[in-house]
């Protein structure tokens, strides 16, 4: 087992992971994707059979765990081969304990690159789970407890990965909060501040911590929303903070260029995260992401290409200041 130091810091704890991953792990990847693949497998066509609406009815305390979710959110993309896209670059993702971040974590790895993720303390079993599932491809994996609503904890993060991985490439601002609320009047300041906090401020805390480190040939990537670009009833704070990220990423691409940066946005529909349990009643649950063409949610492993195609210089080194939107067949987003 690889060697651990655990040391505390002002805003956090940071586990360390020096030693390189397990030799058979690869194999253990495989045969997770092998068995992944079996049981999903559509009988007449080979592809994958997704969860569709409705969902078991579930509710969770926040911050919601993937652990106790049921179907379990698909990460593994068992079809999705690597081709060393990433090879020699280390990559840093917020909220890479679960959901989308997990899946991007997986398959950064798979394309050969070391990881680092951080994560909420009450967050700690999905973030070890993410952790072996890193290091089952073959790749060095670093978790770190914090929160990104700290600028201190954002520069201690981008320290901590460097100290362990001597190097920077890719930052993927993830972290999200959200809250329904039928009317305004329900939003509290305390809900309000915690919201763009950790939804546009930490992804700007991060981002200026990492800038230092970044050089011609890395890239940002956001993850945006449809909220952000249609709005949402009852997620205000929310779809304005996602908006805020949208507006972001295009002026922080603009401003990078010169530096050979590339910044883009990843911007799904409904996804099937601990965000959503842990937010709407059991009954709504079971409804989510039913009203896209495609009848249900996407799963975090649908999403996760998506931000491998920025990351990767081979894939997008023409592009920048993008929002990629990944909707389920919808049509309408501007």
Known sequence: MPKQKKRSASNGSVRRTRAKAKPMGKRTSRTRRQLQTRSQRTPNHGQLSEPKSPLPAQHQEKPGLESKMTPRPRYAAPYYRGSDKLAGKVALITGGDSGIGRAVAVLFAREGADVAITYLREEESDAQETKAAIEAEGRRALVITGDVRDSKFCQEAVKTTLNNFEQLDVLVNNAAFQQHRKDPEEITDEQWDRTF??????????TRAALPHLKKGSAIVNTG????????????????????????????????VGRGVRVNCVAPGPVWTPLNPSDK????????????????????EEIAPAYVYFASEVDSSYVTGEILTLLGGETTAG
């Open 197 to 206: 906090k950790t939804n546009i401020y930490g992804y700007f805390y991060m």
């Open 225 to 256: 929303s449809i909220t952000g670009l249609e709005g949402s009833k009852e997620l205000l704070d929310y779809s304005a903070t996602k908006g805020a990220i949208h507006a972001f990423t295009k002026s922080l691409a603009q401003n990078l």
């Open 281 to 300: 009643p059991a009954k709504e649950v079971a409804e989510f992401g039913a009203d896209t063409p495609m009848k249900r949610p996407a799963q975090p």
